[in-house]
């Protein structure tokens, strides 16, 4: 059966909306086109970047993709799928708060329904920005979207557990905290590894929704849900566990002399008749 013509911004950001409001659901982190229209035919209700998947499939580290190119990833990723798209948009590419209202204002153009802004330097010697400063960049954030009227999604991040703060969960509660009080949508920190760690950021900025990263294993998504959690993403997680399986069958081929990976993986008929497919039910008419 055809899909029906791409809904417009407003609407999927409606349902992103929506999404939040009960429950529990998972959106996972496509790195390119291909993976998104995978993962969108599964029936996932909502979908994010991954600025580390991204990274990978170009070569490069976590971090050092421009603004220019993430904002293109992102559009091409909105306009390959009709679900909402939250974009994982890192720092907010700039270095001050204008400059963080600036690419916020150029990432809503794209069309998604949501974005992220986290609290991460990149700095070893400054891991974290001053509380302050991170409030400032991110309520130039929140008065960006406010301004555009697109009702898109903010969400707050504190990464104190994945730059090795001494005092991890401490911190970042008390950052939730005050970025929930300065108007994020919802609240994150990821590098969570245990029930009562979640219950706790749960607790802290309740009646906001709370996203867990759940790449790690460390739980499961019935527990997740029990604990109050009403979003789950995986990162980087599903670009990594193809880059893993790439490696694997490569170095069976280079150990073994035999193709037992390749073997296993999804026919090039499959994959080739789920993409013409798709493809031709994106054509007007």
């Not at 790195?31 to 499939?57: E, I, K, M, N």
């Not at 948009?89 to 150029?106: I, L, N, P, T």
């Not at 974290?128 to 697109?150: C, H, N, T, V, W």
């Not at 300065?182 to 709370?210: F, I, S």
Request: hydrophobic share 45%; with cysteine; aromatic share 4%.
């Amino acid at each position: 059966m055809p899909l029906p013509a791409p809904s417009a911004p407003s609407a999927r950001r409606d349902r992103f909306r929506a999404l939040h409001e009960r429950g529990c659901f998972v959106m996972p982190n496509p790195w390119d086109v291909g993976s998104a229209r995978l993962l969108q035919s599964l029936g996932f209700p909502a979908l994010a970047s991954t600025s580390a998947g991204l990274a990978f499939s170009t070569g490069r580290p976590d971090g050092a993709v421009g603004r220019d190119e993430v904002l293109a990833h992102l559009r091409a990723l909105v306009e390959a799928t009709d679900v909402p798209l939250s974009a994982d948009f890192e720092a907010g590419h700039a270095k001050d708060a204008a400059g963080v209202a600036e690419s916020v204002r150029r990432c809503l153009e794209t069309g998604v329904a949501g974005l992220s802004i986290e609290d991460a330097t990149g700095d070893r010697a400054r891991p974290l920005y001053d509380l302050p400063e991170a409030l400032e960049r991110l309520s130039a954030a929140r008065r960006a979207i406010d301004a555009s009227g697109s009702g898109a999604l903010l969400t707050a991040r504190a990464e104190c557990f994945l730059v090795g703060h001494p005092d991890p969960l401490r911190e970042a509660l008390r950052r939730l905290e005050a970025y929930a009080a300065a108007g994020a949508d919802c609240l994150y920190a990821p590098g969570l590894r245990t029930p009562e760690q979640v219950a706790a950021v749960v607790k802290a900025v309740a009646p906001r929704p709370v996203n867990v990263l759940a790449s790690s294993g460390a739980f499961t998504l019935a527990q997740l849900e029990g604990l109050g959690v009403r979003r789950v993403s995986l990162g980087g997680g599903l670009a990594r566990a193809a880059l893993t399986a790439c490696q694997r069958a490569a170095e069976e081929l280079l150990g073994q002399g035999t193709f037992h990976a390749v073997a296993a993986a999804r026919s090039h008929a499959e994959l080739d008749g789920f993409f013409r497919e798709d493809l031709a039910s994106r054509r007007p008419g």
